[in-house]
C-alpha cells in the first residue's frame, strides 16, 4: 500500500495537480489553520492575514458564531436544492438581510459564487428592460465566467484569447483620480469624465438600448479607486432620466467593508440592483442577485435557476456573519480602524516618496507604488519587492492594479488598534528594507 503523502510532498505535486490557469503567483503559502486576525503556516509561523481572504473574512477568519452556526446546520441538513425543497436557513437569511440592505431590496436570487451572482444581474437586467445593451466602467472586475469577463478590464489577461465575448457590453470612464483619464486635476474638473457616458449615448448605444449600467462604488482590482462622492449620485440620474437599471457590484465592498453595511449606504445612493458574495458566507460559497420585488416580478418562472445556490449550510454561516457584525460593532470599528490605517499610510506615504498616492474608505486602503522621480510611473517591483518583505516579518499583503503596483490593504473587520500598529510598523520596516 502507497503511504499517504505528507502536505510538503503534495505541496511539491501542487504544480501538476492545479491548473496553470489559476492565479497562484504570489505568495502560495501552505496554511495549517486559521484563527481570527491569523493564519499558520505548516511550520507554526503566524501571519496577520491584511487581506481577510481577499474581502471573504470580513468577521475574521472561522470565527467561533459562523463555526458552530455551520457545524448545527451540517448536521441538520447540508443540501437543499431551491424550488424542490426549502430550508429554515436561507429564509432566515433573506429576511434577515432586508433589514440590513438599503430599503426596497427585499428580493433575492441567491447562488454560489461573485461571478455567478453578476451573471444573474445582467440576465435579470436584459430579460426585465428587454433592452441588450451595458455599460460598464474602465478598469472594472467583475469576474471570470465569460459574461463577467466581458465586462471586467482591470488587466487584458482576464479576456485575451477568450474572444468574441458578451456583445453589447460598452465602457464608459471611471473617476480614477491619480491618474485622470482626461489628465484633469479633481478640484476643478468637475466630473468631466462623466462626458464619456453621452460621448457613449451619442456615437455608439442609444440610451434607450441600454438594459444596465454596472459598476463597482469602489473599484477593486482596479486598485481601491475611491470615486468622488459625486459619482454614483451622478449616475444614479443617468439610470433614472433613461430608464436603465443601475447595477452595484458589492461583491468585494459589502458586509462592512466601506464602514457600513455596503457601500450603497456609504455612498447614499441606492441601486435598482446589487450582486453581493465574498463575506457573506463567510468562506462558505454564496452570493446573491438583490432586487426590489417589483423588478424581480419581471423575472419570470424558470427563467433563472440553480442547483447549489442558497446552500443551507452557507445561509446558517450567513446569518451568524450579520449578527457578529451587529453584535461586535464591527461597522464602527471598521470606521475607526480603516481612519487610523489611512493616517498612518499617509504618514508612511510623507516619508517614502515610492508611494505615489493613498487612498481608502474603511478598511479598504490602497498604496499606489511609483518611480520615486516626482512624476507618477507604476512601479511594480517596489510593490512586489514590499509584499515580499512585509510577508517575510508576518505581514500578508496583496496587489491590484492595471500592472500590480498598488498594494491593497484590507484587513477583517475585528482588528484592533495593536494590530493595525503592527501592520504600519511592519510596512515602515519593509519600505525602509526596500531602499
Ligand atoms: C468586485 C468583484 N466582482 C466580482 C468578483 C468575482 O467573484 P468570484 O471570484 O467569487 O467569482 C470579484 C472577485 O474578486 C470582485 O472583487
Redesign the pocket.
Known amino acids: 500500500m502507497t503511504q499517504a503523502k505528507t502536505f510538503a510532498e503534495l505541496m511539491e505535486r501542487m504544480p501538476r495537480l492545479l491548473a496553470p490557469s489559476l492565479a497562484r503567483d504570489w505568495p502560495n503559502l501552505p496554511i495549517d489553520r486559521a484563527e481570527g486576525m491569523y493564519l499558520f503556516d505548516t511550520q507554526g509561523r503566524r501571519y496577520l492575514d491584511f487581506t481577510a481572504g481577499?474581502a471573504v473574512m470580513n468577521v475574521g477568519h472561522c470565527h467561533p458564531r459562523v463555526v458552530a452556526a455551520a457545524q448545527a446546520q451540517t448536521a441538520r441538513m447540508i443540501h437543499s436544492a431551491v424550488g424542490v425543497t426549502q430550508v429554515e436557513s436561507l429564509l432566515r437569511l433573506a429576511e434577515a438581510l432586508i433589514e440590513v440592505l438599503p430599503p426596497g431590496l427585499d428580493t433575492f436570487f441567491f447562488s454560489n459564487?461573485?461571478?455567478e451572482a453578476?451573471e444573474g444581474a445582467l440576465k435579470l437586467a436584459r430579460y426585465a428592460t428587454g433592452r441588450p445593451g451595458f455599460i460598464a466602467f474602465w478598469g472594472g472586475?467583475?469576474?471570470?465566467t465569460l459574461a463577467?469577463a466581458a465586462l471586467t478590464t482591470s488587466k487584458g489577461k482576464y479576456r485575451r484569447r477568450y474572444e468574441p465575448m458578451l456583445p453589447g457590453v460598452y465602457f464608459a470612464d471611471y473617476p480614477y483620480c491619480y491618474r485622470c483619464p482626461l489628465g484633469k486635476a479633481p478640484e476643478t474638473c468637475q466630473m468631466e469624465c462623466m462626458r464619456s457616458l453621452d460621448n457613449l449615448f451619442e456615437r455608439a448605444i442609444a440610451p434607450s438600448e441600454v438594459a444596465a449600467i454596472i459598476v463597482?462604488p469602489v473599484q477593486?482590482?482596479a486598485g481601491f479607486v475611491v470615486p468622488p462622492p459625486d459619482f454614483l449620485h451622478h449616475l444614479r440620474r443617468i439610470c433614472d432620466e433613461h430608464g436603465i437599471l443601475l447595477i452595484f457590484?458589492e461583491?468585494?465592498t459589502g458586509f462592512g467593508r466601506t464602514g457600513q453595511m455596503f457601500a450603497a449606504q456609504t455612498f447614499g445612493v441606492t441601486p435598482d440592483v446589487m450582486a453581493i458574495?465574498?463575506s457573506i458566507g463567510s468562506g462558505f460559497p454564496l452570493s446573491a442577485v438583490v432586487a426590489s420585488r417589483d423588478l424581480m416580478e419581471k423575472w419570470g418562472p424558470a427563467s433563472h435557476s440553480t442547483t447549489f445556490g442558497g446552500n443551507p449550510v452557507a445561509a446558517a454561516a450567513g446569518l451568524a456573519v450579520l449578527d457578529v457584525i451587529r453584535e461586535e460593532n464591527l461597522l464602527e470599528n471598521c470606521r475607526r480602524m480603516g481612519q487610523k490605517l489611512l493616517a498612518g499610510a499617509r504618514d508612511l506615504q510623507n516619508r517614502y516618496p515610492i508611494i505615489g498616492d493613498v487612498r481608502g474608505v474603511g478598511l479598504m486602503v490602497g498604496l499606489e507604488m511609483v518611480i520615486p522621480d516626482g512624476g507618477q510611473t507604476p512601479n511594480p517591483d517596489a510593490a512586489r519587492n514590499l509584499l515580499n518583505e512585509c510577508l517575510s516579518r508576518g505581514l500578508l499583503l496583496y496587489s491590484a492594479g492595471l500592472y500590480s503596483h498598488v498594494i491593497r490593504i484590507f484587513p477583517p473587520l475585528i482588528v484592533n488598534d495593536a494590530q493595525i500598529d503592527e501592520a504600519l510598523h511592519i510596512l515602515d520596516e519593509s519600505l525602509a528594507a526596500c531602499g
Not at 141 to 144: A, E, T, V
Open positions: 481577499l459564487s461573485g461571478s453578476i472586475f467583475h469576474g471570470r463577467a463597482e477593486g482590482e457590484d461583491i468585494q458574495a465574498k
